[in-house]
């Protein structure tokens, strides 16, 4: 793809931070990685991250981790970016 390292936008987010899904109160986590991926239902490439999920989350009773699309998260409450 011509000029495709020079398209990635930075990424928002840094490994440690905890990140929450946006509106969501029942799952949050830690970013441990990330991967500039095509993302289909928004026509653009964007960032992705990994989410080792907080022991406390609903979905850590059947899942460790997840990802999800930057535009998708926020930081969790009182946490720095």
């Known amino acids: 793809m011509y000029n495709f390292p020079n398209t990635a936008k930075t ?19 830690i ?3 990330r991967f500039y991926s095509f993302a289909p239902h928004l026509c653009y490439w964007t960032w992705c ?3 080792w999920l907080s022991k406390d989350s609903a979905s850590a009773a059947w899942i460790s981790a997840d990802i999800a699309w930057e ?10 970016l």
């Open 31 to 33: 970013a441990i990685g």
């Open 49 to 51: 991250y990994l989410i």
């Open 71 to 80: 535009e998708d998260l926020e930081p969790l409450e009182g946490s720095p």
């Open 11 to 29: 990424p928002r987010f840094l490994y440690g931070a905890q990140l929450r899904w946006i509106g969501s109160d029942t799952d949050w986590g």
